[in-house]
């Protein structure tokens, strides 16, 4: 039996390629014998086509047969593997192409104050309800957001230091203190001033661990221990990499990490590079008050490097009465760029496979030598 090897697809791309078409008497009728197309993609009985959008990545292994007008057959096994989408790079995360940025200060042409902010001490301080920070550069010191509905765009933020975070969400000084509750950052890139003693402690960080209704996209963040603190909200398509575990200051090397809370969250299309052998890509931990983690989706996104690329949530017997669920990890990549094993132990700990809603489907490994094969749940 011959072995047809199919151009590959790609998740939420249209696909369309045809079953050569053997030394037999049109017309013809196709079938499947065994195995499985992917999900989202059939085959034309009458033509031998395979037209749809594949929905999950993977190597697909299945038999063709083809029966003519005089009723002979043949047959042929089909290999066909389906990959992720692109995910993002330098190239299109951080400022867009058209941005001119404004430098903030108090030196000769620089601002130091606008609608709803204001330089002063060191940082940043957004303090009016609904204001756009947009087209700046910061230069030594970041951004505190204290009040609500702001939204930042199109801004370099550059500081380091043992305790220093590029972007700090706060709380809402305008509210008595109360949680933020909506905050947008979109095509930023924010980083520590360098990648060693003046590496940035988060690039951006929920300093309380109460923000609402966060979304952070499009960014490039790097020269940092941590990329994103984050509890609740929407994280996407950023590029994350080039973290830094400054022994010094007992970093712990996190890309993303969620340490607890209930609150929806959805971590998808980012990608996220960690060379160091320690902690995580992606982390959802339970240390933060209360210790329970639920309600979290991690989809489609690249994974490189850390102690594991994965940490899912559930660690240790004082957590058992609060499990961690609806816990849904899909379609993620994995890559062995640093570790032949994804991270250095491993692609995944801690995640509860059986607690109510939790979900671990279409994860596969990126590259190596099981690229395509996907990786069962933990």
């Not at 309800?129 to 765009?153: K, M, P, Q, S, Y």
């Not at 509890?231 to 590029?239: E, H, I, T, V």
């Not at 209360?290 to 994965?310: E, H, W």
Request: net charge negative; aromatic share 8%.
């Amino acid at each position: 039996m011959a072995t047809i090897s199919l151009p590959a697809g790609t998740v939420g791309v249209s696909y369309g390629d045809a079953i050569p078409v053997p030394h037999l008497a049109a017309p013809y009728q196709w079938s499947i014998s065994s195995g499985a197309l992917p999900a989202g993609v059939t085959l034309s009985t009458a033509t031998g086509k395979l037209t749809g959008t594949p929905a999950a990545a993977g190597t697909y292994n299945f038999s063709i047969r083809v029966t003519d007008a005089n009723a002979q057959s043949a047959s042929a096994d089909v290999v066909m593997s389906v990959k992720t989408v692109p995910h993002p790079g330098a190239t299109d995360t951080g400022l867009a192409p058209e941005a001119v940025l404004r430098a903030v200060g108090m030196g000769p042409g620089e601002v130091s104050s606008g609608p709803g902010w204001s330089y002063a001490d060191g940082r940043v301080a957004i303090t009016g309800a609904g204001t756009v920070f947009r087209g700046f550069r910061l230069d030594g010191f970041g951004i505190a957001v204290l009040a609500n509905n702001v939204t930042i765009e199109n801004c370099i933020v550059c500081a380091g230091g043992q305790a220093i975070t590029g972007v700090s969400i706060e709380n809402d000084a305008n509210n008595n203190g109360a949680p933020i509750t909506a905050f947008t950052m979109r095509n930023c890139t924010v980083s520590g001033i360098d990648g060693n003693m003046r590496r940035a402690a988060a690039c951006v960080k929920d300093i309380y661990g109460s923000a609402t209704g966060v979304l952070i996209q499009g960014c490039n963040l790097y020269w940092a221990a941590t990329g994103i603190q984050a509890y609740a909200g929407q994280l996407l398509d950023n590029y994350v990499h080039d973290l830094v575990c400054n022994v010094a200051y007992g970093d712990h090397a996190n890309g993303i990490v969620v340490r607890g809370g209930t609150a929806p969250m959805l971590i998808r299309n980012n990608t996220v590079l960690n060379g160091n052998g320690q902690t995580s890509c992606i982390a959802l931990f339970q240390d933060h008050a209360p210790p329970a983690i639920a309600n979290k989706t991690i989809s489609n996104n690249l994974l490189a490097g850390g102690g594991y690329c994965f940490y899912g949530g559930q660690s240790g017997a004082q957590y058992a009465g609060r499990p961690a669920s609806n816990i849904v990890v899909t379609g993620n990549v994995f890559s062995t760029v640093y570790y032949a094993d994804g991270g250095a132990f491993g692609p995944v700990i801690y995640y509860a496979h059986g607690n109510a809603g939790n979900e671990w489907s279409g994860n596969v490994w990126h590259d190596g030598p099981n690229e395509g094969i996907a990786i069962p749940a933990p």
